[in-house]
């Protein structure tokens, strides 16, 4: 059953800084225009200011649709689901601002020393309805890792810019991620603005090691070597025990 609630109640907060996923809707005002689902995903992504108000760190996709929208109407829903435990839907109804990155207001939010390699934005959403609903027909999943590709290839982008190297594209600009903000970033599907304080920043990145975030593949290998390992072991001392009850049952025989 549906309940409709006017912030975030203390309970709802602390199941919502358990997620590991969570989506963000928007759509323009246009009614030919593309409505947005974006999922979200990372460590300490989120974060839940007080009952009616949160923000979450955006990171640097092919597109920027959630931006433009926000730009032009502030509309903004926020989805969670439960894939362990009992089951669960929330979303967060509000409206969003847009804080680029190289601004005092993103700074505040995210200082150097904890931005996320290719961190473009702070979004801020302003809570005025909250819902919950059963979530009955939503599967259970098991969390495994964060996906570090992302991340490392921001890292390597924002090293480019960093040391200025000589790979450049047609344009004569660095293959950095600036460049790609200026690229794939300054508009949306139906042409919105995008970002437009981001690409003009100056001076260098926070520091990043690109080689500091394990490939997705090795950790979820790592995993599975884990399990082979767990099983074989599980085998071993199963065929052992096998062994040592035939042996107890054919002297038992004689």
């Not at 923000?55 to 597109?63: A, C, I, M, Q, V």
């Not at 934005?121 to 890792?145: M, N, Q, R």
Request: with cysteine; net charge positive; charged share 20%.
């Amino acid at each position: 059953m549906v309940q409709f609630f006017d912030e975030i109640s203390p309970s709802l907060g602390r199941w919502i800084n358990e997620q590991q996923v969570f989506w963000i809707a928007t759509a323009p005002l246009g009614g030919s225009g593309h409505i947005n689902v974006s999922p979200k995903g990372g460590e300490g992504m989120f974060h839940i200011v007080n009952p009616r108000q949160v923000w979450y760190e955006d990171l640097t996709g092919s597109g920027v649709e959630t931006i433009s929208h926000l730009r032009e109407n502030g509309r903004i829903t926020v989805l969670f689901n439960a894939f362990e435990g009992p089951p669960r839907i929330a979303r967060l109804y509000g409206r969003g601002t847009v804080y680029e990155f190289g601004t005092p207001e993103y700074e505040a939010y995210v200082p150097a020393e904890s931005r996320k390699p290719g961190s473009r934005s702070v979004i801020l959403i302003d809570v005025h309805k909250v819902s919950t609903s059963c979530g009955y027909a939503v599967p259970f999943f098991d969390f495994k890792s964060h996906r570090t590709r992302l991340l490392t290839w921001a890292a390597k982008k924002e090293i480019n810019d960093n040391e200025d190297v000589k790979t450049r594209g047609e344009d004569g600009f660095v293959d950095g991620l600036r460049r790609y903000w200026t690229t794939k970033n300054a508009q949306s599907l139906d042409g919105l603005t995008g970002l437009t304080f981001a690409p003009s920043t100056k001076g260098k990145f926070p520091a990043q090691d690109a080689a500091g975030f394990k490939p997705d593949n090795e950790k979820i290998r790592n995993r599975s070597m884990d399990g082979v390992v767990l099983g074989g072991m599980n085998l071993l001392v199963g065929i052992g025990l096998g062994v040592v009850a035939t042996s107890v049952y054919m002297r038992m025989v004689r």
